[in-house]
């Protein structure tokens, strides 16, 4: 009687059962058997270095200009940063004598700003291993938090512990400014989540070979490692880095001095003296110079304006509109939005003084009623006006004052 070599059924019991030289295979096994050898084939290209689509500078800036809206000379930077660390990975050191090094990127921008979605747009858009991981929660070994391995144990995790992979991705180190060193004098007192967390990451930034633990936490001598070459991983560290101004304000005041400098201080804008920005400024803020010299592309983000913030509103393919209006077409509702509301949201953005994540919330408000109650109801198209709007933010300010 004719089975299945695989699973053990007979032709009864099966859809269909196919003939091979010396045994047979029913459609149940062929389906089983096809997607595990998809799920493999998956495994093994999903971080290819030659499935790695390199574009230019030019064509990497004009990616990240469907996200990202404006910031152009940090995008310009990033471009180029990118372009050349994976030129970096491509290169034949065999041959060649010039080894060209690693560049890793400080962001130095206000808060809600883009340098977090700066980062995953690159990531997006390589198709690499990518891991976010916030420096406040990072002490020296053996205090309470985490360990500085535990950075590349959560990149081992995004490449499916893919080894190859993890050593080429990118790693984006989030509140960097939050480990500033606490003080002047640092022998007086140990300073474990600042100058000590600092210390711990120069040899990730620099390259080197750091035994980490597969799960995270703790190390223990029976641990089984493994171990991560960090020469390849490009790092890119953000902070918002408050209160910076005004060591550049100091710097910029004590270069300006005599006659020759006065037309040079008119040209200054102090409404963003961020652009300023230079290492000696992070140094006099609290990062040691060992690892300023190991993020030695530096740039800013420039604070967000009211067209700024009227643009991410609706311009970008992932637009939080756009968002809105897709949640409700999957209900079978057409959304539209008033043109005012657009820049009443914008004007509530800049009062609450949150930048870009501002705007998710106090869309939030004014929708939340609306996604409550519309699926429930027939109809097909819903607009939202600026009285609306007024209304659902006065509602919903009358509801924190309560709370409070």
């Known amino acids: 009687m004719d089975k299945c070599s695989f699973c053990g059924r007979s032709r009864g019991e099966v859809n269909l059962l196919i003939a091979g030289v010396s045994g047979h295979i029913c459609d149940s096994c062929t389906k089983q058997a096809f997607d595990i050898v998809n799920e493999e084939i998956k495994r093994d290209d ?39 660390h994976y030129k970096r990975l491509a290169q034949n050191t065999l041959n060649n004598d010039v080894e060209i090094e690693k560049s890793n990127i400080l962001l130095v921008g206000p808060t809600g700003t883009g340098k977090t979605l700066l980062a995953k747009s690159i990531a997006r858009l390589l198709h690499v291993p990518f891991t976010i991981v916030d420096a406040t929660v990072l002490t020296e070994a053996g205090y309470v938090g985490e360990d500085i391995e535990s950075i590349l144990t959560r990149l081992l995790q995004a490449a499916d512990y893919d080894l190859a992979a993890a050593e080429r991705g990118i790693v984006f180190i989030d509140e960097m ?64 880095f408050e209160g910076i101004e005004r060591k550049i304000a100091q710097r910029l005041n004590t270069q300006m001095v005599g006659y020759a400098a006065a037309k040079e201080v008119e040209q200054i804008d102090k409404e963003n003296l961020l652009q300023y920005i230079a290492p000696q400024d992070l140094r006099s803020f609290g990062l040691i110079p060992e690892i300023i010299g190991r993020l030695p592309v530096l740039t800013h983000l420039d604070p967000l304006d009211k067209k700024a913030l009227r643009d991410i509103l609706t311009e970008p393919k992932n637009s939080i509109i756009k968002q ?14 008033d043109k005012k509301v657009f820049d009443y949201i914008v004007e509530k953005a800049i009062e609450f003084k949150l930048g870009a994540r501002g705007l998710r919330s106090i869309c939030e408000a004014i929708m939340v009623d609306a996604m409550f109650d519309l699926p429930s109801q027939k109809n097909k198209e819903f607009m939202v006006t600026i009285n609306f709007a007024k209304q659902k933010m006065e509602q919903a300010n009358v509801q924190r004052l309560k709370i409070a």
């Open 46 to 84: 999903k971080f290819k270095l030659s499935e790695i689509k390199l574009l230019k500078p030019q064509e990497i800036k004009k990616f990240l200009d469907q996200y990202v809206i404006g910031q152009n000379d940090a995008k310009k930077i990033l471009s180029v940063a990118v372009y050349n």
């Open 177 to 240: 400014d939050k480990i500033a060193r606490k003080g002047d004098n640092p022998s007086i007192t140990r300073d474990v989540s600042g100058e000590g967390v600092q210390q711990g990451l120069l040899k990730l930034l620099e390259g080197s070979i750091v035994n980490v633990p597969p799960q995270g936490g703790r190390k223990h001598p029976e641990q089984k490692m493994i171990p991560v070459d960090t020469k390849n991983i490009l790092f890119i560290a953000g902070g918002a």
């Open 324 to 337: 809105y209006q897709k949640l409700f077409e999957m209900d079978g509702i057409q959304l539209s939005f």
